[in-house]
């Protein structure tokens, strides 16, 4: 069976290559390490059932879009599903996981946001995808779009907002 | 943080990269059969679904024929069929689409050989109460009920089989919100609402850490504690599922 073979050197080699930034754009999309690997592992077995007819070179959209897709779906079934307070610190007492203030704070303010307000901002950000492009991703029109972001923009603002100081014994001037 | 190039820098942060798989080619190997296995699964339950439609109605038919042209008068009117639950339901496998294995774990089984319980939840990922769990614990009590397939969301795998028979014979009726009162919320610890032994219980089958992670609440219809209802809850890693009641 040479061309399963074939199948199964290619598919490995796109995995190889392609695995770190997978990781990467799953982790931005979904804000927590574990949900990122779900969705990876998902979409990379989904693709490996149809990989005869994905090209080699249309492999890594082929398996952003079907990432994207499989996270508004799972968002859509999984409302059910009670996720407790905060974001959890993830790797916060490991020193080689330790992150940067702004990126830790932009982390929990994108958990905040809806599903589909920050696939947006990920694909248009992240991925420096035009509209249009993320609006066919998405099954959705481009003003959609642009609205999403302008939402989602509007609400990352004001989660990042500092926090007003306190004066102590101030009051009403 | 303002600025759209801000965001976008933010985003290219390499705090957002994880580290690869070492086994990647084989790991999504074994996704890829279980998606194939899911699939097999769903296809074969329309089937006998499909099936049983096609072929109760006619057997039925077959039944009032006869009776009309063979039996008695007063046998003409057909003896009605009891609805059957099916006998076995297909869980997702552990892995699938929509119940990660991080918090849908494989269900274990207990220590004693003849415990009280069933199946006990996997350990790991458990975290102790905290203050957000008792308005979740409440909350995940009076979404439950609502459908099978939402309640395997709600729930841990331990407790799935017990769902289904729950289902086959009607559903939580207990749980209609206007019928009922808590009587009390907490950890799991000998008191007078609950039940003596149950935390022993919990320890000899399922484990210590089992136990320590459990939410008890208590509740039942206004003036009766004859017919309370015990229900318990785990965290697991920030999500709150149902597991067990008494």
Same mark, same amino acid.
């Given at each position: 069976?040479?061309?399963?073979?074939?199948?199964?050197?290619?598919?490995?080699?796109?995995?190889? !290559? =392609?695995?770190?930034?997978?990781? $990467?754009? %799953?982790?931005?999309?979904?804000?927590?390490? #574990?949900?990122?690997?779900? &969705?990876?592992?998902?979409?990379?077995?989904?693709?490996?059932?149809?990989?005869?007819?994905?090209?080699?070179?249309?492999?890594?959209?082929?398996?952003?879009?079907?990432?994207?897709?499989?996270?508004?779906?799972?968002?859509?079934?999984?409302?059910?599903?009670?996720?407790?307070?905060?974001?959890?610190?993830? !790797? =916060?007492?490991?020193?080689?996981? $330790?992150? %940067?203030?702004?990126?830790?704070?932009?982390? #929990?303010?994108?958990?905040? &946001?809806?599903?589909?307000?920050?696939?947006?901002?990920?694909?248009?950000?992240?991925?420096?995808?035009?509209?249009?492009?993320?609006?066919?991703?998405?099954?959705?029109?481009?003003?959609?779009?642009?609205?999403?972001?302008?939402?989602?923009?509007?609400?990352?603002?004001?989660?990042?907002?500092?926090?007003?100081?306190?004066?102590?014994?101030?009051?009403?001037? | 943080?303002?600025?759209?190039?801000?965001?976008?820098?933010?985003?290219?942060?390499?705090?957002?990269?994880?580290?690869?798989?070492?086994?990647?080619?084989?790991?999504?190997?074994?996704?890829?059969?279980?998606?194939?296995?899911?699939?097999?699964?769903?296809?074969?339950?329309?089937?006998?679904?499909?099936?049983?439609?096609?072929?109760?109605?006619?057997?039925?038919?077959?039944?009032?024929?006869?009776?009309?042209?063979?039996?008695?008068?007063?046998?003409?009117?057909?003896?009605?069929?009891?609805?059957?639950?099916?006998?076995?339901?297909?869980?997702?496998?552990?892995?699938?689409?929509?119940?990660?294995?991080?918090?849908?774990?494989?269900?274990?089984?207990?220590?004693?050989?003849?415990?009280?319980?069933?199946?006990?939840?996997?350990?790991?990922?458990?975290?102790?109460?905290?203050?957000?769990?008792?308005?979740?614990?409440?909350?995940?009590?009076?979404?439950?009920?609502?459908?099978?397939?939402?309640?395997?969301?709600?729930?841990?795998?331990?407790?799935?089989?017990?769902?289904?028979?729950?289902?086959?014979?009607?559903?939580?009726?207990?749980?209609?919100?206007?019928?009922?009162?808590?009587?009390?919320?907490?950890?799991?610890?000998?008191?007078?609402?609950?039940?003596?032994?149950?935390?022993?219980?919990?320890?000899?089958?399922?484990?210590?850490?089992?136990?320590?992670?459990?939410?008890?609440?208590?509740?039942?219809?206004?003036?009766?504690?004859?017919?309370?209802?015990?229900?318990?809850?785990?965290?697991?890693?920030?999500?709150?599922?149902?597991?067990?009641?008494?």
């Amino acid at each position: 069976m040479p061309d399963a073979s074939l199948a199964r050197d290619s598919f490995g080699e796109f995995v190889a !290559g =392609a695995l770190p930034g997978l990781l $990467r754009f %799953g982790h931005v999309l979904t804000g927590d390490p #574990r949900e990122a690997e779900d &969705l990876v592992q998902e979409a990379l077995a989904r693709s490996l059932r149809h990989w005869r007819s994905v090209r080699s070179a249309d492999a890594g959209p082929y398996v952003r879009r079907a990432m994207v897709n499989s996270h508004i779906t799972r968002w859509r079934r999984w409302e059910a599903r009670v996720r407790l307070g905060e974001v959890p610190d993830w !790797g =916060a007492d490991d020193p080689a996981m $330790r992150r %940067g203030e702004d990126w830790d704070r932009l982390r #929990r303010a994108l958990v905040r &946001l809806p599903v589909r307000q920050r696939t947006v901002l990920v694909l248009r950000y992240y991925e420096d995808l035009p509209d249009a492009r993320i609006a066919e991703l998405m099954n959705c029109r481009p003003g959609t779009v642009r609205s999403q972001a302008a939402r989602g923009l509007a609400s990352l603002r004001s989660l990042l907002e500092p926090e007003p100081e306190t004066v102590p014994g101030g009051g009403d001037l | 943080m303002t600025s759209e190039d801000q965001l976008r820098r933010l985003m290219r942060d390499p705090g957002w990269s994880l580290p690869a798989w070492p086994d990647a080619q084989a790991r999504v190997r074994r996704a890829a059969r279980r998606q194939r296995l899911t699939a097999a699964s769903v296809c074969a339950v329309l089937a006998v679904i499909i099936t049983t439609a096609a072929v109760v109605p006619v057997a039925l038919m077959g039944r009032v024929s006869r009776g009309v042209t063979q039996g008695p008068v007063r046998n003409r009117v057909p003896k009605t069929v009891p609805s059957r639950p099916a006998r076995q339901t297909i869980f997702p496998p552990v892995g699938t689409a929509g119940f990660p294995a991080s918090i849908y774990p494989a269900a274990t089984k207990p220590r004693a050989a003849a415990g009280a319980l069933r199946l006990c939840p996997d350990p790991v990922g458990l975290e102790a109460p905290g203050p957000a769990t008792p308005a979740a614990a409440i909350f995940v009590l009076r979404r439950l009920g609502q459908g099978l397939s939402s309640d395997l969301h709600l729930s841990d795998r331990s407790a799935w089989p017990l769902l289904v028979t729950i289902w086959q014979s009607g559903g939580f009726r207990l749980l209609a919100p206007t019928r009922t009162s808590v009587r009390y919320s907490g950890p799991l610890q000998p008191n007078g609402s609950v039940p003596a032994g149950l935390q022993q219980a919990i320890v000899a089958d399922c484990g210590a850490g089992v136990a320590r992670a459990t939410w008890v609440i208590v509740y039942g219809p206004p003036n009766k504690p004859a017919l309370d209802a015990v229900i318990l809850f785990l965290t697991r890693r920030g999500h709150m599922l149902f597991y067990n009641t008494v």
